[in-house]
T-cell receptor, first 117, second 111 residues
Framework: GAGVSQSPRYKVAKRGQDVALRCDPI?????LFWYQQALGQGPEFLTY????????KSGLPSDRFFAERPEGSVSTLKIQRTQQEDSAVYLC???????????????FGPGTRLTVL | AQSVTQLGSHVSVSEGALVLLRCNYS??????LFWYVQYPNQGLQLLLK??????LVKGINGFEAEFKKSETSFHLTKPSAHMSDAAEYFC?????????FGTGTRLLVSP
């Protein structure tokens, strides 16, 4: 079966441009996460969805970052007016159950590498 | 709040030697603990996890880790390194849903 997919795999943006990063989770997975991985660092949590509800956005670094999952499947992470410090790999992960259940494994996509010039 | 510390940003071993990657966690409650591996230009793959029960956890590719509450540690080991083990390894913890990662350890394996 297909895993988590992300597109584009690579994105180069000029400072000030808006970008949109897409995540296709494993079909039927309830939970979806976004993480940001700066060069040489571990991934850092950005936001969490259970179905279409965004239950935690505490990791979003500024109001330039916005995420949505309108139909409870595909998710988009949008970054407005990109800055050089936004350069990172953006990882998406999905897991089969929601918040109320016992912890379940997160399955990661390959990531989108964003470079802001 | 939880935090995860990985000692050593790089570890070098010879093929066939013991692999030991260190991880310590800080948490107000016993966390769930994980080790992930990341190959170049790929996402994270789960190696093993500790939730409850047996403190010695076996994972894929011959890796194992032991949860030691008294030492707040979850070190990753493998008896004999293979060239294919060269990758970045991340320790992570969670108390609920989101994962908190360490900064990673790059494992280098020489022939």
């Amino acid at each position: 079966g297909a895993g988590v997919s992300q597109s584009p795999r690579y994105k180069v943006a000029k400072r000030g441009q808006d970008v949109a990063l897409r995540c296709d989770p494993i079909s039927g997975h309830v939970s979806l996460f976004w993480y940001q991985q700066a060069l040489g660092q571990g991934p850092e949590f950005l936001t969490y969805f259970q179905n279409e509800a965004q239950l935690d956005k505490s990791g979003l670094p500024s109001d330039r970052f916005f995420a949505e999952r309108p139909e409870g499947s595909v998710s988009t992470l949008k970054i407005q007016r990109t800055q050089q410090e936004d350069s990172a790999v953006y990882l998406c992960a999905s897991s089969p159950r929601g918040r109320a259940g016992p912890y379940n494994e997160q399955f990661f996509g390959p990531g989108t590498r964003l470079t802001v010039l | 709040a939880q935090s995860v510390t990985q000692l050593g940003s790089h570890v070098s071993v010879s093929e066939g030697a013991l692999v030991l990657l260190r991880c310590n966690y800080s948490s107000s409650v016993p966390p769930y603990l994980f080790w992930y591996v990341q190959y170049p230009n790929q996402g994270l793959q789960l190696l093993l996890k500790y939730t409850t029960g047996a403190t010695l956890v076996k994972g894929i590719n011959g890796f194992e880790a032991e949860f030691k509450k008294s030492e707040t540690s979850f070190h990753l080991t493998k008896p004999s390194a293979h060239m294919s083990d060269a990758a970045e390894y991340f320790c992570a913890a969670t108390g609920f849903q989101k994962l908190v990662f360490g900064t990673g350890t790059r494992l280098l394996v020489s022939p």
